[in-house]
């Protein structure tokens, strides 16, 4: 019997034991396709499904960038992508360290693919640790689901040439959504994948990032002229896709730096920095007050002549 077929069987027979995603992969350029989660917190409902993973068809083979939430989740992603090609995976590309982007790597590790990320992602991820995810989606869902470690990282920035694809894979500035955020550049495709340096549709979090770095890394994106932005979360990927990221956060930047001119305390800070504009946005009842409180923080050593 073909082993392959023998493969897909079994990636069939656990499927139907799993938690099912209802994955529905959705072309965003030639060649490139994507899985987009919901717009909430991660909820043992959704399975953790609340991040977007994409994967770029070569001749060689697949390359993923992000995972997603757990084994379940990479393994009904791969039976959709053989939906359109019997190819492999050669690369799963990790944008950064939060684990809603790479808990999918256990799987693809099995099928033989090479593991790529950032210098945080081997500082902070280590077989045994106990994640997030798990604790918030419980041992079912999370079932088969392991903790892997890298098999290359990237310091600065790396180029992979598959196939007949480049992948230029960059981190921008030192921190911005975290302190290891790498985007992927597909310069004959003109499609930029941004991992958390871009949202739409819903609030970023700063928890682990810089607002000024942030802003940084966005002006970076938008000088490459991309075509399609796929971001970490949210459902817009054209060439504006970062804008109302970029507005949200240059507003929250100018409202608190007037703040601190006028000696506005920090346990007033999110009081005067409400930004009524964003509430429409998923999260902003969960998020924004906390991104106030850390970019407050970040201000007030501030200097403009350090940019």
């Known amino acids: 019997m073909d082993m392959k077929y023998i493969l897909f069987s079994l990636l069939l027979s656990l499927s139907l034991h799993a938690f099912e995603y209802h994955l529905v992969p959705k072309k965003v350029a030639e060649g490139v396709y994507c899985f987009f ?20 068809q070569t001749k060689e083979g697949f390359v993923i960038i992000d995972s997603g939430p757990t084994y379940a989740y990479a393994s009904q992603a791969y039976m959709q992508m053989r939906n359109i090609a019997d190819l492999p995976v050669k690369y799963v590309i990790n944008t950064h360290d939060h684990d809603d982007h790479w808990l999918g790597n256990s ?36 079932s088969g689901t392991k903790v892997v470690k890298l098999d290359k990282i990237v310091k600065h920035s790396d180029t992979l040439y598959v196939g007949d694809t480049v992948f230029e894979i960059k981190q ?19 499609v930029l994948f941004t991992g958390d340096l871009v949202f739409n549709d819903r609030v970023t979090s700063l928890r682990d990032g ?18 399609v932005v796929v971001g970490g979360h949210g459902f817009r990927t054209d060439a504006n896709a970062t804008k109302v990221l970029k507005d949200y956060l240059s507003e929250m930047k100018a409202q608190i730096l007037e703040a601190l001119e006028n000696d506005v305390p ?10 009524p504009k964003y509430k429409g946005l998923k999260l902003y009842d969960v998020l924004h007050r906390r991104n106030v409180f850390d970019a407050y923080r970040e201000l007030e050593m501030y200097d403009e002549d350090d940019e």
Not at 107 to 120: N, W
């Open 37 to 56: 989660g919901a717009l909430e917190e991660i909820r043992k409902s959704n399975g953790g499904n609340m991040v977007n993973t994409c994967f770029v």
């Open 107 to 142: 799987f693809y590790k099995e099928q033989g693919a090479l593991l790529i990320g950032s210098q945080t992602y081997a500082q902070n991820v280590f077989p045994g640790m106990k994640t997030r995810m798990e604790k918030t989606v419980g041992s079912e869902i999370f």
């Open 172 to 190: 921008l500035v030192p921190q911005a959504h975290t302190k290891g955020d790498l985007v992927v550049w597909l310069p004959q495709r003109h």
């Open 210 to 227: 810089s607002v000024v770095g942030s802003l940084r890394a966005l002006a970076l994106i938008e000088a490459l002229k991309p075509e």
């Open 266 to 275: 920090i346990e007033e800070i999110t009081k005067r920095v409400q930004m």
